[in-house]
């Protein structure tokens, strides 16, 4: 078997037509998730024009990329490299926030549950005896002058 | 001048496409035709007075169009 032969994750197309030169990079949904897959093509759409499109015939998620200005095809093969590893990081993520889903949401809840606690039933907030305006310190009625115990 | 290009509704959503014709109303109008398997065919015909920037208003109507699709799926995923 050559390299080139069986089973591939991936494929890579660079071309040009009415719009310009492009390259494409056909992603396979069993290995990256969609929400991988439209994670990164998002971030992409800052700094090049993508497309995404469904091939029916391989099951592969094509995805398109365009120069915003000019039309190097070294930037755009440079932007499918990127967009693999950019790829791999968002599905390794992805996986990471599955696995830790149940710990986030208990130490989520654990954070606004203190949050809501309850001041324990014997406090009473009783501001009968706040000074008064021009009130002097032997006035106190509260004791806050007397020293600690 | 006109574009078309074959859109698959799990990517790109209807909802997400009202958002895009309304905001680049004024530099095109859109056509789309529903095809079998849950696809459509979206042409995008450029205003001629911006025939100059056909290139742009077309990969900016995508780019865009890409954009508020992945927002509302990475939402609602």
Not at chain 1, 86 to 115: P, W
Not at chain 1, 118 to 146: I, K, M
Request: charged share 25%.
């Amino acid at each position: 078997m050559t390299p080139n032969e069986g089973a591939s994750t991936s494929a890579f197309v660079s071309g040009a037509d009415d719009l310009g030169v492009f390259t494409r990079v056909s992603v396979d949904p069993s290995f990256f998730s969609d929400v991988a897959i439209l994670k990164t093509a998002y971030w992409f759409t800052d700094k090049y024009y993508v497309f995404l499109a469904k091939n029916r015939a391989s099951g592969f998620v094509d995805v398109e990329f365009r120069l915003k200005e000019g039309d190097s095809l070294d930037y755009l093969t440079a932007a499918c490299g990127e967009f693999w590893n950019s790829l791999l990081d968002q599905e390794v993520r992805q996986k990471i926030l599955l696995e830790t889903a149940s710990v986030r949401d208990t130490l989520l809840k654990k954070a606004f549950f203190e949050g809501k606690a309850r001041l324990p039933s014997g406090t009473v907030s009783d501001e009968s005896h706040l000074p008064e305006a021009g009130e002097l310190f032997r006035d106190d009625r509260v004791g806050s002058t007397r020293p600690d115990v | 001048m006109n574009f078309t290009r074959t859109i698959d509704n799990q990517i790109y959503s209807r909802k997400a496409l009202a958002v895009v014709r309304e905001v680049y109303g004024k530099y095109c109008t859109t056509q789309i035709e529903p095809l079998a398997n849950g696809e459509a065919a979206v042409t995008v015909h450029i205003k001629t007075e911006y025939y100059g920037d056909a290139r742009q208003v077309f990969l900016e109507f995508w780019n865009y169009f890409l954009d508020i699709s992945c927002k509302q799926k990475i939402e609602s995923s």
